[in-house]
């Protein structure tokens, strides 16, 4: 469990429930298959967005609350982030997730087609049970298209020196943000807040998604493997070129050239070079920038939240996860 919850006791103990509630629907009887979804289950990661759904969720009103319901669609948005992730690592061919083997790496890349797809199945169950017959049903399917055409964008735009930071934020918005924008929603909305709360929730949730990207993707340039829990600088050598790079870029092109021209040949010495110029043309430097201009707007929105406790919270993990030091 992310020691960001710990703070949390309430929280913490609900996703403590969520977690059983998502290790009992990964449980089949073929003993083969079980131990994969028992790895499946094991990759907890930050659980950041049913974290967040759950406190969102605290902005309403108690005595409308199905805490059953809750736990359900908690364990949802974290069984949708779960598959993504498998996915996405069979797409990067990636041996490291949160500092363990990957899924793919362990068990091949055609096992771990299937386990992602599995776990798509287990969310769109729970949806049913949870949502069936309100607009959420289709907000949820939205928002899956959304992701999905965000990562989409992003294998497009591989190896693209050209790429605007509009057309990046634009496939952040997908990929990373839709998934906390609907945390944020839906924990509001099915824990009985009025319109304007979860109207509110919505926007804090993208402008938190996106910045959390952002960030992120400074880390794969200003961290090593350790703080970072994954390969560092993968994301040159696979044509993923986010906003630091993308930024220093645009300042200096002729500098970068004669290494991305080479594309997937490009050396792991190579790489570090580009990150070093990344640093000396202020990739990074302009790159916090960014972020932080969707930290303020995310932090201007919890300000207009009805004033609680619940509220100072939110302004509270928000500040955490979006004031990371480097």
């Not at 930050?46 to 009103?61: A, H, I, T, V």
């Not at 609907?182 to 099915?190: D, K, M, Q, R, V």
Request: charge should be neutral; charged fraction near 20%.
């Amino acid at each position: 469990m992310l020691d960001l919850w710990n703070h949390y006791p309430i929280i913490a103990r609900k996703l403590e429930a969520v977690n059983s509630l998502i290790n009992q629907r990964l449980t089949t009887q073929n003993s083969d298959i079980q131990n994969l979804l028992a790895a499946c289950a094991q990759k907890q990661g930050k659980l950041l967005r049913p974290g967040l759904f759950l406190l969102f969720s605290q902005l309403g009103d108690p005595q409308q609350q199905d805490e059953t319901q809750l736990f359900k669609i908690a364990a949802s948005l974290e069984l949708l982030h779960r598959a993504s992730l498998i996915h996405d690592d069979i797409i990067d061919d990636s041996p490291l997730r949160h500092g363990t083997i990957t899924i793919q790496a362990n068990y091949g890349k055609d096992v771990a087609v299937y386990a992602g797809d599995l776990l798509f199945t287990v969310f769109f169950q729970i949806l049913i049970e949870t949502m069936n017959g309100t607009p959420y049903m289709e907000y949820n399917a939205s928002s899956m298209k959304k992701l999905l055409l965000g990562e989409l964008s992003q294998m497009h735009a591989r190896f693209n020196k050209t790429q605007t930071i509009d057309e990046y934020l634009e496939n952040i918005k997908g990929k990373t943000a839709a998934l906390f924008k609907l945390a944020c929603t839906e924990g509001a909305h099915f824990g009985h807040a009025d319109k304007n709360t979860v109207t509110l929730a919505a926007q804090i949730g993208e402008n938190i998604g996106i910045s959390f990207q952002i960030f992120d993707d400074i880390l794969d340039y200003d961290s090593n493997i350790k703080i970072l829990k994954k390969p560092v600088l993968e994301d040159i050598g696979q044509g993923v070129y986010t906003s630091p790079l993308l930024f220093a870029i645009a300042n200096h092109p002729e500098k970068f050239a004669p290494y991305l021209d080479k594309k997937q040949d490009i050396t792991p010495q190579e790489t570090k070079q580009v990150a070093k110029l990344v640093h000396k043309y202020d990739g990074i430097s302009q790159a916090k920038q960014l972020a932080q201009t969707y930290t303020e707007k995310a932090l201007s929105d919890i300000d207009q939240l009805p004033h609680s406790e619940t509220t100072n919270k939110i302004r509270k993990i928000a500040l955490v996860l979006l004031k990371r030091s480097f």
